[in-house]
């Protein structure tokens, strides 16, 4: 069955296919993770994190199609300079490419994603880590592990902002952010939950790699690792 569409995606990843060609993995609006042949692929037409609208064909269902390119928007234009930034762009496409399936629609994780590549940009280095590390909290609770992602105070899901020196929470701004770590989490388990607060990076940082490493395999993303050693 052949299998033809247009969608609007995310760029994840990407690797050599013969000489002019890539094999790309995209995180569609529409149809989840796909993999598709890109042709006459150059680093100035796509790359990483790049937001792009793509034809996808294929001859029938579950074989590898391929992709033509109707449209993007670059995004390291906006942060060349920017190494933290950088880093977590390749992070969050790295943790999509490991965590989530083929060919299973993610609306709210697409945009999610979304929402995060267009903000990156207007974040200090600082907050552009919270961004990030939001973001994986908010991935893992979207993909089912447990999380909850919203504020102990008001019971809204909302993003950090920086006030008092602390992350509180954007709507009521009346304490510093919290997450709960669910009770199966062994690990971190230390009563009927372990909770930590958002602007702590470092003990931040070692619960989501914990976490990410156990579910989706050791080191599969080198970018959190450089992260890491650049917060710490």
């Known amino acids: 069955m052949i299998n033809n569409w247009i969608d ?15 094999l790309v993995n995209i995180l569609t609006r529409q149809y989840g ?32 199609g391929y992709l033509s390119l109707k449209s993007s928007r670059p995004t390291w234009i906006h942060i060349i300079s920017r190494k ?10 790295s943790d999509l490419n490991n965590s989530l399936h083929h060919n299973i629609r993610y609306p709210d ?7 995060v590549i267009n903000d990156m940009s207007s974040h200090s280095d600082q907050e552009v880590v919270c961004l ?20 102990s105070s008001c019971g809204s899901v909302a993003e950090f902002i ?8 954007s ?13 199966s989490w062994k690990y971190w388990n230390d009563g009927d939950t372990k909770y930590f607060v958002s602007d702590d990076l470092k003990n931040t940082f070692e619960i989501v790699d914990h976490f ?6 050791p080191s599969k993303n080198s970018f959190r690792s450089m992260l890491i050693n650049a917060v710490m």
């Open 84 to 93: 933290r930034h950088l880093l977590v762009c390749q992070a969050v496409c």
């Open 212 to 217: 990410f490493e156990n579910h989706f395999g």
């Open 132 to 151: 990030y590390l939001y973001f994986c909290i908010r991935l893992l609770r979207l993909l089912g592990y447990g999380f909850d992602d919203r504020c």
């Open 171 to 183: 709507l009521c701004k009346r304490v510093e952010m919290y997450f709960s770590i669910p009770r």
């Open 109 to 115: 994780i697409f945009d999610m994603t979304i929402d």
């Open 8 to 22: 609007d995606c995310v760029v994840l990843s990407y690797k050599d296919y013969g000489d002019r060609a890539r």
């Open 162 to 169: 920086e006030y008092g020196g602390k992350s509180v929470c």
């Open 33 to 64: 993770k796909v993999t598709g042949v890109l042709n006459n692929f150059t680093r100035f037409n796509l790359s990483v994190c790049d937001i792009a609208e793509v034809e996808y064909r294929s001859k029938k269902s579950g074989s590898i």
